[in-house]
């Protein structure tokens, strides 16, 4: 069990761009200086090192970079942007064991300049196998193929997605960080926007972005030392559900769900002993605007088919009932594979976000949907 | 531009033009033994699928029409080429030797700039409307792009994306292979699995067996795939997970004549080592024919299209084209000669088509066709180049 044992102590961050004109490499080593110039930390405080399986940049190489010199932990979670919430916890359980006392995650991305995830790809994952070839071959297409069922079971249409799109580049017109600064977009815009996999639009789909973000975990007793207001881990957890498969989770009863984000949301509740009722605002994971839907639902904010009142009643805006991506998320500020998420949420509990939610209620963030995922409860 | 599309729209339907000739048996002749169609109907009656050929303009322009002005315009604006797109015709009733035709057209919108396949272009749809005397005997609303070619564009990878064969899953394959769609069955306790893998969820055992499915199922879900391009594939086209009449789901490409929707019955058929679902309804026969230069230019002469790209290689290479292509015309034509030689005595009451990749001299040209009710058959020719057109016939028995 996670108790309040550790918090985040620096967040750190390089520009979001289309073309970093820089090695993936250096924006790690950007964004992890920058975290621990934040948390007031030299790089030879860290002794452990964790990021995504997907990371190009090897743990070794950033500590060489940064002249961190010895390490006791390294580690990697798999399934993409599943992985976002989930290195946290891995640095949680690194530093309550008392294995390493200050850990750094990070993720590095050239995502738009180098290889873009939306493209097509030959994988040799067998279980790609079973899609690829069938011509279902990018991650809108797998999302798409959920969000026509979920249109199908809740009589919802594509401008509930639409609604969320326009709420995360609301939110981004107003951060000056957000790829998409001063560029909101209406609902026509979204309506007009090209189809990329039919019920999905281009502004339904997250934007590709070049950028690195990097994370300091430590002790809250050390947390309390440093110069940043602490943000307490007040829960962390992972989970996969029957029949996963990536992306792909198509053989299950209910194909228009999340199961793997209902077993993260049992475990985040349970933890923190707190209920959706008391949080302040949710970083919700959205690469593609359904899955905001499914999560509002997964978690508990709604019941199962009724996040598109929730969304068109505004609940999901800045001064609604659950204001969601503050920063303009995914959509709006960038995609950093869900680092940028934490990083938000992190600011909201400081209380220096550019879109800060008043109260000091618990922030919740979310990781990769349709995925085996990941969550945080940050107080 | 816009000054030219505002008087168009403006202006409205054009005055009544006259065809050349009469409806005559000598051109009815030369179109049918160009079109290799040899019903035995056409003596009196023209076949529907000429209508437009009566007012086909040929080598000696008239008075301006809509599409034309529109063609002029967009040749100025920098949007030289042009490709007909979308030909829906209704045929009021068949039209006898010795009529007199006329026709007359408006514009019905100009779209665009779209970025197309072809490059980036402006579609420019008109509507017309044939008339013996004041009655009117057909009606065609007639798509076209205007296009500038890509340049420096590169070809779709031609190389679809592999299946993933492991010891586990090769018996699937080895059953497409075989004709077979085949669905893991556990040896032990009979649990039936898609996809399949070394041991059975349900009682543990590693006795994979398989057993071989119906091939019918039902759509569950699906998408179409737009953006961005997949290797191997033209978009846009449609993937479906199908509830298969087994229990289990499967992911694969859906090919249909219409969109389809949640809980439309399939049939599996196999196409290119894959899977391949279509609407689970009657078809009809599908009929090959090799596309020659011949064949080109015999018909597009007997549809009096003088375009130069329907029968001057150099000319449509020119263009950016391989080699001359078949016309719209005769693309309908084929469609009519499709469904006609399968049922002779059907009453052809509409053709409604849409083209897709250019059917080019050299190609084999496939038409596969589905009985969606009993007045409407859905079509599908394709080369190995990909859908040449898709569309459908309406018929009266």
């Given at each position: 069990?996670?108790?309040?044992?550790?918090?985040?102590?620096?967040i750190g961050a390089t520009e979001f761009s289309k073309d970093s004109g820089r090695s993936e490499?250096r924006l790690a080593v950007e964004a992890v200086?920058a975290?621990?110039?934040?948390?007031?930390?030299?790089?030879?405080?860290?002794?452990?090192?964790?990021?995504?399986?997907?990371d190009?940049n090897?743990?070794?190489?950033?500590?060489?970079?940064?002249?961190?010199?010895?390490?006791?932990?390294?580690?990697?979670?798999?399934?993409?942007?599943?992985?976002?919430?989930?290195?946290?916890?891995?640095?949680?359980?690194?530093?309550?064991?008392?294995?390493?006392?200050?850990?750094?995650?990070y993720r590095a991305l050239n995502e738009r300049s180098g290889?873009?995830?939306?493209?097509?790809?030959?994988?040799?994952?067998?279980?790609?196998?079973?899609?690829?070839?069938?011509?279902?071959?990018?991650?809108?297409?797998?999302?798409?193929?959920?969000?026509?069922?979920?249109?199908?079971?809740?009589?919802?249409?594509?401008?509930?997605?639409?609604?969320?799109?326009?709420?995360?580049?609301?939110?981004?017109?107003?951060?000056?960080y957000a790829w998409?600064?001063?560029?909101?977009?209406?609902?026509?815009?979204?309506?007009?926007?090209?189809?990329?996999?039919?019920?999905?639009?281009?502004?339904?789909?997250c934007q590709e972005s070049d950028g690195a973000v990097a994370?300091?975990?430590?002790?809250?007793?050390?947390?309390?030392?440093?110069?940043?207001?602490?943000?307490?881990?007040?829960?962390?957890?992972?989970?996969?559900?029957?029949?996963?498969?990536?992306?792909?989770?198509?053989?299950?009863?209910?194909?228009?769900?999340?199961?793997?984000?209902?077993?993260?949301?049992?475990?985040?509740?349970?933890?923190?002993?707190?209920?959706?009722?008391?949080?302040?605002?949710?970083?919700?994971?959205?690469?593609?605007?359904?899955?905001?839907?499914?999560?509002?639902?997964?978690?508990?904010?709604?019941?199962?088919?009724?996040?598109?009142?929730?969304?068109?009643?505004?609940?999901?805006?800045?001064?609604?009932?659950?204001?969601?991506?503050?920063h303009?998320?995914q959509?709006?500020e960038a995609y950093i594979h869900g680092m940028n998420g934490?990083a938000?949420?992190?600011?909201?509990?400081?209380?220096?976000?550019?879109?800060?939610?008043?109260?000091?209620?618990?922030?919740?963030?979310?990781?990769?949907?349709?995925?085996?995922?990941?969550?945080?409860?940050?107080? | 531009?816009?000054?030219?599309?505002?008087?168009?729209?403006?202006?409205?339907?054009?005055?009544?033009?006259?065809?050349?000739?009469?409806?005559?048996?000598?051109?009815?002749?030369?179109?049918?033994?160009?079109?290799?169609?040899?019903?035995?109907?056409?003596?009196?009656?023209?076949?529907?699928?000429?209508?437009?050929?009566?007012?086909?303009?040929?080598?000696?322009?008239?008075?301006?029409?809509?599409?034309?002005?529109?063609?002029?315009?967009?040749?100025?604006?920098?949007?030289?080429?042009?490709?007909?797109?979308?030909?829906?015709?209704?045929?009021?009733?068949?039209?006898?030797?010795?009529?007199?035709?006329?026709?007359?057209?408006?514009?019905?919108?100009?779209?665009?700039?779209?970025?197309?396949?072809?490059?980036?272009?402006?579609?420019?749809?008109?509507?017309?409307?044939?008339?013996?005397?004041?009655?009117?005997?057909?009606?065609?609303?007639?798509?076209?792009?205007?296009?500038?070619?890509?340049?420096?564009?590169?070809?779709?990878?031609?190389?679809?994306?592999?299946?993933?064969?492991?010891?586990?899953?090769?018996?699937?394959?080895?059953?497409?292979?075989?004709?077979?769609?085949?669905?893991?069955?556990?040896?032990?306790?009979?649990?039936?699995?898609?996809?399949?893998?070394?041991?059975?969820?349900?009682?543990?055992?590693?006795?994979?067996?398989?057993?071989?499915?119906?091939?019918?199922?039902?759509?569950?879900?699906?998408?179409?795939?737009?953006?961005?391009?997949?290797?191997?594939?033209?978009?846009?086209?449609?993937?479906?997970?199908?509830?298969?009449?087994?229990?289990?789901?499967?992911?694969?490409?859906?090919?249909?004549?219409?969109?389809?929707?949640?809980?439309?019955?399939?049939?599996?058929?196999?196409?290119?080592?894959?899977?391949?679902?279509?609407?689970?309804?009657?078809?009809?026969?599908?009929?090959?024919?090799?596309?020659?230069?011949?064949?080109?230019?015999?018909?597009?002469?007997?549809?009096?299209?003088?375009?130069?790209?329907?029968?001057?290689?150099?000319?449509?290479?020119?263009?950016?084209?391989?080699?001359?292509?078949?016309?719209?015309?005769?693309?309908?034509?084929?469609?009519?000669?499709?469904?006609?030689?399968?049922?002779?005595?059907?009453?052809?009451?509409?053709?409604?088509?849409?083209?897709?990749?250019?059917?080019?001299?050299?190609?084999?040209?496939?038409?596969?066709?589905?009985?969606?009710?009993?007045?409407?058959?859905?079509?599908?020719?394709?080369?190995?180049?990909?859908?040449?057109?898709?569309?459908?016939?309406?018929?009266?028995?």
């Amino acid at each position: 069990m996670i108790s309040p044992t550790c918090a985040i102590a620096g967040i750190g961050a390089t520009e979001f761009s289309k073309d970093s004109g820089r090695s993936e490499l250096r924006l790690a080593v950007e964004a992890v200086r920058a975290a621990l110039d934040d948390a007031g930390l030299r790089p030879s405080d860290v002794s452990g090192l964790v990021t995504f399986g997907m990371d190009n940049n090897p743990e070794i190489a950033v500590a060489r970079e940064l002249g961190i010199g010895e390490l006791r932990f390294l580690s990697r979670i798999g399934y993409g942007g599943g992985a976002a919430c989930a290195v946290i916890q891995q640095a949680v359980l690194a530093v309550a064991a008392g294995l390493a006392d200050v850990v750094v995650c990070y993720r590095a991305l050239n995502e738009r300049s180098g290889r873009r995830f939306g493209r097509a790809i030959a994988s040799p994952d067998p279980d790609s196998g079973w899609h690829h070839p069938m011509g279902l071959a990018t991650p809108a297409a797998m999302v798409a193929m959920v969000a026509q069922r979920y249109l199908h079971e809740y009589g919802a249409v594509p401008d509930d997605f639409g609604r969320v799109a326009v709420a995360m580049r609301r939110h981004a017109s107003t951060n000056p960080y957000a790829w998409f600064h001063g560029r909101p977009i209406t609902l026509d815009e979204h309506r007009a926007s090209r189809w990329i996999s039919e019920p999905l639009r281009l502004l339904d789909c997250c934007q590709e972005s070049d950028g690195a973000v990097a994370l300091v975990v430590t002790s809250l007793s050390r947390a309390r030392d440093l110069p940043q207001p602490p943000a307490v881990i007040s829960a962390a957890a992972q989970g996969s559900g029957p029949d996963q498969f990536v992306m792909t989770s198509y053989y299950r009863p209910q194909v228009a769900s999340l199961p793997e984000m209902g077993v993260v949301a049992r475990q985040l509740w349970e933890q923190s002993a707190l209920t959706p009722a008391d949080v302040r605002t949710a970083i919700l994971y959205d690469h593609f605007t359904p899955y905001v839907l499914m999560q509002l639902e997964e978690l508990g904010f709604c019941g199962r088919g009724e996040a598109r009142h929730f969304v068109a009643d505004g609940g999901i805006e800045l001064g609604g009932r659950l204001p969601v991506n503050p920063h303009g998320g995914q959509l709006g500020e960038a995609y950093i594979h869900g680092m940028n998420g934490i990083a938000e949420a992190v600011r909201q509990v400081r209380g220096t976000a550019v879109n800060q939610v008043p109260g000091d209620g618990p922030v919740l963030v979310t990781a990769g949907t349709g995925v085996p995922t990941s969550g945080l409860i940050l107080v | 531009m816009d000054s030219v599309v505002s008087r168009l729209l403006a202006a409205g339907e054009t005055e009544p033009r006259r065809g050349r000739d009469p409806v005559n048996l000598p051109m009815i002749r030369n179109w049918l033994e160009a079109m290799g169609d040899r019903h035995p109907g056409y003596e009196l009656f023209a076949p529907p699928a000429m209508i437009q050929v009566w007012t086909m303009r040929g080598l000696s322009p008239g008075a301006p029409d809509p599409l034309q002005e529109m063609s002029v315009a967009l040749d100025e604006a920098g949007f030289p080429n042009v490709v007909a797109t979308d030909s829906e015709q209704v045929y009021h009733r068949y039209l006898r030797v010795g009529e007199e035709v006329s026709v007359r057209s408006r514009l019905e919108s100009v779209t665009g700039p779209k970025r197309t396949s072809l490059g980036e272009g402006w579609f420019v749809t008109t509507v017309s409307t044939w008339f013996c005397d004041d009655e009117p005997v057909a009606t065609m609303r007639f798509r076209i792009l205007k296009y500038r070619a890509m340049s420096g564009s590169s070809p779709v990878a031609a190389t679809p994306l592999k299946p993933v064969i492991t010891a586990d899953t090769a018996f699937f394959w080895d059953g497409i292979t075989a004709g077979e769609l085949r669905i893991q069955r556990c040896g032990e306790c009979g649990a039936l699995r898609h996809p399949p893998g070394p041991a059975c969820p349900r009682c543990g055992a590693l006795k994979q067996e398989h057993t071989v499915a119906s091939g019918l199922g039902t759509i569950h879900s699906f998408t179409v795939h737009h953006h961005p391009p997949i290797p191997g594939r033209r978009a846009p086209y449609v993937v479906g997970l199908i509830d298969l009449a087994e229990g289990v789901r499967m992911v694969g490409e859906v090919r249909g004549p219409r969109p389809v929707k949640i809980g439309d019955p399939v049939r599996v058929f196999f196409d290119g080592g894959l899977p391949v679902w279509r609407p689970d309804l009657p078809i009809v026969e599908p009929w090959t024919l090799e596309v020659t230069p011949t064949m080109i230019i015999s018909t597009a002469l007997a549809t009096r299209d003088f375009q130069d790209v329907h029968h001057d290689r150099d000319a449509a290479a020119r263009r950016g084209n391989p080699d001359i292509f078949v016309n719209i015309l005769t693309t309908t034509g084929l469609v009519q000669r499709y469904v006609t030689d399968h049922r002779p005595d059907a009453v052809v009451r509409g053709i409604s088509i849409r083209l897709g990749t250019p059917c080019y001299a050299g190609d084999t040209l496939t038409f596969t066709g589905t009985v969606v009710s009993g007045g409407e058959i859905a079509i599908v020719g394709r080369t190995a180049r990909g859908v040449h057109v898709t569309g459908t016939v309406g018929v009266a028995s």
